[in-house]
Nanobody
Framework: QVQLVESGGGLVQAGGSLRLSCAAS????????LGWFRQAPGKEREFVAG????????YYADSVKGRFTISRDNAKNTVYLQMNSLKPEDTAVYYC??????????????????WGQGTQVTVSS
């Protein structure tokens, strides 16, 4: 059984930083890759960042490019999302998910099969 557990969310002031973690069990992230999504109140879930199984390729939404960095620790089977220069519009529940097709990082929810429970990120102005 695949389980993804996010952590690291919280309340931060605008301009601050947070690092989210996504720990996996039942699936080796280094052979699948992983995506981060977020959902703000009243909005649809949107793609934030993704990392290919090789770790050589990373992908970002335009809204977070240059501020967020996705990385992984194979030994811990964990993927991180370092979020810097946070803005109030980054406020959302953040989810990690594994791709249905190993290594295929898509920007749509349908491309992912297992999801974590989400972690709240709140950025105050």
């Amino acid at each position: 059984q695949v389980q993804l557990v996010e952590s690291g969310g919280g309340l931060v002031q605008a301009g601050g930083s947070l690092r989210l973690s996504c720990a996996a069990s039942g699936r080796t992230l280094s052979s699948h890759g992983l995506g981060w999504f977020r959902q703000a109140p009243g909005k649809e879930r949107e793609f934030v960042a993704g990392i290919h199984w090789s770790g050589d390729s990373t992908y970002y939404a335009d809204s977070v490019k240059g501020r967020f960095t996705i990385s992984r620790d194979n030994a811990k089977n964990t993927v991180y999302l370092q979020m810097n220069s946070l803005k109030p519009e980054d406020t959302a529940v953040y989810y990690c998910a594994t791709p249905r097709i190993p290594g295929l990082i898509l920007t749509t929810e349908g491309g992912y099969d297992y999801w974590g429970q989400g972690t709240q990120v709140t950025v105050s102005s």
